[in-house]
């Protein structure tokens, strides 16, 4: 059974950071792609960064530069750094891992991130 669990969404000031971490079990890791998406209130799913299982990554316009997605193949964790944070970024963030093989994906229940003064 597949499981993401996010940690590290919380309050931030503008200009802050933050490090998103998801914890992934029950899967082959280095066979799935991994994505960090966001949802702020009443907007769509947004895709935030992706990073495949060869370590290429991609970033919405939005957060390039700010943000950097890596992954740990060896502890089965993706991360998503956050600097430079905006109002606007606020959003719950969520862990999304995709099979490369069969494009099955599965989501994580998601963290809240509130960047405010």
């Known amino acids: 059974q597949v499981q993401l669990v996010e940690s590290g969404g919380g309050l931030v000031q503008p200009g802050g950071s933050l490090r998103l971490s998801c914890a992934t079990s029950?899967?082959?890791?280095?066979?799935?792609?991994m994505g960090w998406y966001r949802q702020a209130p009443g907007k769509q799913r947004e895709l935030v960064a992706r990073i495949d299982n060869h370590g290429i990554t991609n970033y919405a316009d939005s957060v390039q530069g700010r943000f950097t997605i890596s992954r740990d193949n060896a502890k089965n964790m993706v991360y998503l750094q956050m600097n430079s944070l905006k109002p606007e970024d606020k959003a719950v963030y969520y862990c999304?891992?995709?099979?490369?093989?069969?494009?099955?994906?599965?989501w994580g229940q998601g963290t809240q991130v509130t960047v405010s003064s």
């Open positions: 999304y891992a995709r099979q490369v093989l069969s494009n099955v994906g599965s």
């Open positions: 029950g899967i082959i890791f280095s066979l799935y792609v």
